[in-house]
């Protein structure tokens, strides 16, 4: 019997949830339906820069769930864990470029790549200018060989910057080289305390005892690169954060943004104490956290764990940051 969730058909659950989640929006969002894409419904004919990324379904809210004003023009949903198709992809792309070119957010997944690099050949075919920023902050998959570090929650940050900066107007090449700073200056580390379980079944992406922990996991249920001894958070947040000031160099003075992402089916409660642990080591290395997000963002459908994101921060990008931002899941006025 498989796991209870809300489900209908399995094969219904990506189209069905969007459709609840245009309703939910009153108006401030479309959905296009042959190809599957979701659309801000600001719209608008001023000529900016406008932006498009996606990806498997089962991480909501991204990349739905960061689609209007101040973020992304589009989202291309593809199935719970798989690509969305370059049809798809080239779709949202001549729906929301208003003539000053799209910048597409791609996470590093081969499927991923592949499909949106395609549909960045077809719209560049069309006459459409087009840049990409590819995401890979994940830590714990950085190799000298192989596809490289994943793209993982880094991916909110590059939306929201780059988002601010082609809503001020700025041209495509600047909106993109901003992106591509974040992703530098970007690195993230997951931990699991149990596996994800796709809809429709009953077996976890793995199994752990109930003394264990899964230490650098992907968010397709991917399993780590070690399985560590169940610890206090103080211990099991530590052994996220410090590779990654490492692998920064973050030192005395400097600035970060702090993102502590729930995996899916982890609670504020014990996320805000993952946040203050995070908090913590930074102060006690000099490290100001200059701005923060906790919560679900990247999620990996109802996986139990939580991912460390920092990314380096300077004064331009926190001013990007600030701008405003209205969508589903992120909104804030101008601060």
């Given at each position: ?121 077809i719209a560049a075919e069309e006459g459409i200018e087009v840049e990409t920023v590819l ?30 900066a082609a809503a001020r107007g700025l041209p495509l090449a600047e909106v993109a080289e ?158």
């Amino acid at each position: 019997m498989s796991v209870k969730k809300f489900l209908n058909d399995p094969d219904d659950l990506v189209v069905e949830a969007l459709e609840g989640l245009v309703t939910a929006s009153a108006g401030r969002l479309r959905l296009h339906r042959d190809p599957l894409w979701l659309e801000s419904a600001a719209g608008g004919t001023d000529r900016r820069v406008a932006l498009v990324s996606g990806g498997g379904s089962g991480h909501e809210p991204l990349h739905s769930g960061f689609v209007g004003p101040g973020m992304l023009d589009a989202a291309v949903p593809g199935a719970v864990f798989a690509s969305p198709t370059a049809l798809q992809v080239v779709a949202a792309v001549r729906g929301v470029d208003r003539g000053a070119g799209v910048l597409l957010v791609v996470k590093n997944y081969t499927g991923d790549v592949l499909n949106f690099r395609i549909a960045a050949e077809i719209a560049a075919e069309e006459g459409i200018e087009v840049e990409t920023v590819l995401v890979d902050d994940d830590l714990a998959s950085e190799s000298d060989d192989g596809p490289g570090r994943r793209g993982t929650a880094a991916t909110v940050v590059v939306e929201k910057v780059c988002g601010a900066a082609a809503a001020r107007g700025l041209p495509l090449a600047e909106v993109a080289e901003l992106g591509r700073r974040v992703v530098a200056g970007a690195r993230s580390m997951a931990v699991a305390l149990e596996g994800a379980v796709h809809p429709g079944e009953d077996v976890r992406s793995f199994d752990l005892a109930a003394d264990e922990v899964e230490h650098g996991v992907g968010i397709h249920g991917e399993r780590g690169i070690d399985r560590r001894p169940m610890a206090s958070a103080h211990e099991l947040v530590g052994a996220l954060t410090e590779p990654l000031v490492a692998a920064l160099g973050l030192a005395d003075g400097d600035r970060a943004v702090v993102v502590v992402n729930g995996l899916g089916s982890t609670h504020l409660l014990e996320l805000y104490v993952v946040f203050r642990e995070v908090a913590a080591l930074l102060e006690a290395r000099g490290v100001a956290v200059a701005r923060s997000l906790v919560g679900p963002y990247v999620t990996a459908l109802d996986m139990a764990g939580a991912s460390v994101t920092l990314v380096r921060a300077d004064d331009e990008l926190l001013g990007l940051w600030d701008d405003a931002v209205t969508t589903t899941a992120l909104t804030w006025e101008t601060r």
